[in-house]
């Protein structure tokens, strides 16, 4: 039978668990009132920084829902005051949670944490429970089945546990992210992506209020960590898995814009223009050692990777960190994920991944670092070839970078300039710019500058290539441009 899904449910994830112990119950009101009287609340090291933050902003010291009453304690229900059920599951949020975990942790002397998204999902196969079929009452505290509260923590046996699903929500460890494969869905666009953002936890399993999708196993619903109503946790022991990735949307439109440039689709039949100029540097090179690159001004970072198809390392250097930092995301977690403007505050979303480029079986071999062009420490030599992609026309002093580049590669080794040669006061002094002016009443060239300033250690191998490149800024507006290509041999 179809159910209805959200985006973030689709797509595909598989994960190896190791072993770890669970506690056959959610915690109990009485099991956090030993943490209330522990002094938990004031023990600043049994909080994290955030929830920190949170406990002294809502002067907490004890569940919101408690309610104290001379020496005992009430519970409040959505519409009257009890007497404390002591046996139901404790209702808190992720900070509080997670501080009860680190304080069972200093009383076990053992690793204690909340249950990850993936250590659930075992649990649930553990406890064989499947979806409930809608003409069959849960046997879970579900679906408003049984009652229209939280019963105790025993009432309902799974297996070897107890409300593994139902009766409260269940904290886990893991910020949502979306599963490979993930595609925003057109209708609802602002569901799922406000949440990946490190800061919403995954809650599981459902409470006796949940219906519908909320009761399936595939359900994922997340929250900040300082909400706090139907939700209670148990806990696991043992090493905390993995984080997942992040998950966060790359909202900067020029950070988004390269990433699309290099990472992203090809338009009006333009080839992807990193992976096509290191192509051509790897054409070049012919018979020449691949032993080490340097992609000088990499920006985000493909055609480091790219080069690393045939070179055994390649380091990707670019003055801007922000550039920097999503070849190192690409390189580390093996996903992008950015939005693009479509028009006006409309944006799409959109996620690439190194597999999907063929590239994943090259990142341990490159490198990123922030670096100026004009001033590299003396570590970046011994190249076998460097490209400088649409570079020099955006230093502040080519000449100084071209006076001493030679220093950096090997003899017989190769320079690679790209540039369309768009000289600007903004980013070049006049007085540096290596052509697009008249000298003695003569036009003076880029390629007549650059003849000039290698001349002493290289020679020009061929003719110059124009390699064209589409930049996507809206839906409907692109920048489409030529560069010019030339390839250097450094002289013995």
């Keep these: 039978m179809p159910h209805y899904g959200w985006d973030n449910e689709y797509g595909r994830h598989s994960a190896d668990v190791a072993s770890f112990l669970a506690s056959r119950q959610l915690v109990s009101n009485a099991e956090f009132l030993a943490f209330v009287q522990a002094g938990g ?90 979806d409930v079929p809608p003409d069959q009452r849960a046997n879970a505290n579900l679906h408003l089945d049984h009652w229209a509260s939280p019963c105790p923590v025993t009432t309902f046996r799974q297996g070897d546990f107890c409300d593994v699903a139902g009766n409260v929500w269940q904290w886990s460890d893991t910020p949502i992210y979306p599963f490979e494969g993930f595609r925003v869905h057109p209708l609802y666009d602002d569901f799922s992506t ?58 900067d439109q020029l950070l988004s814009e390269y990433a699309e440039f290099h990472y992203g689709d090809e338009y009006f039949g333009v080839a992807n223009f990193p992976r096509a100029l290191a192509e051509h540097a790897i054409r070049a090179m012919g018979d020449r050692p691949c032993r080490r690159a340097l992609d000088l001004g990499c920006a985000a970072g493909r055609a480091t990777f790219e080069l690393a ?67 590299l420490k003396p570590a970046f030599a011994g190249y076998d070839l460097i490209l400088a992609a649409n570079l020099i026309d955006r230093l502040y002093s080519p000449r100084k970078f071209l006076a001493g580049v030679h220093e950096r590669l090997n003899p017989g080794g190769l320079l690679m300039i790209a540039s369309p040669y768009t000289w600007l006061a903004e980013h070049t002094a006049r007085e540096e710019w290596l052509g697009g002016y008249k000298k003695d009443g003569e036009s003076c060239t880029t390629l007549d500058g650059l003849r000039a300033a290698l001349g002493a250690h290289f020679r020009l191998m061929g003719e110059p290539v124009d390699l064209p490149f589409v930049i996507r800024e809206t839906r409907r507006k692109f920048q489409h441009t030529l560069s010019e290509v030339t390839v250097w041999e450094r002289c013995a």
Excluded at 218 to 243: D, K, M, T
Aim: charged share 25%; net charge negative.
């Design 309 to 375: 198809r045939r070179f055994d390392a390649v380091t990707g250097i670019d003055f801007s960190a922000r550039f920097i930092g999503l070849g190192v995301q690409m390189a580390a977690q093996r996903v992008l994920r950015y939005t693009l403007a479509e028009e006006g505050e409309l944006v799409s979303y959109h996620e690439r991944r190194l597999a999907d480029l063929g590239l994943e079986a090259v990142r341990g071999k490159v490198g990123f670092f922030q670096g100026d062009a004009c001033n």
């Design 41 to 130: 609340y004031a023990d600043d090291s049994y909080w994290d920084e955030e929830g920190r933050a949170w406990s002294r902003y809502a002067d907490a010291d004890h569940p919101s829902f408690w309610v104290k009453d001379g020496a005992s304690w009430r519970l409040r229900l959505m519409l009257e005051e009890v007497a404390m059920p002591w046996d139901w599951p404790a209702e808190v949020n992720c900070h509080e949670a997670r501080a009860y975990c680190a304080w069972q942790a200093r009383e076990l002397g053992r690793p204690v944490h909340l249950p990850s998204e993936d250590q659930w999902h075992r649990l649930r196969e553990m406890a064989g429970l499947g």
């Design 194 to 251: 406000p949440t990946f953002d490190g800061r919403h936890n995954l809650m599981l399993g459902g409470s006796w209020i949940s219906c519908g999708n909320e009761s399936l196993r595939s359900a994922r619903y997340a929250f900040r960590r300082h909400f706090f109503q139907h939700a209670g946790f148990r806990y696991v022991v043992g090493e905390r898995p993995p984080a997942p990735p992040a998950s966060r949307y790359e909202t």
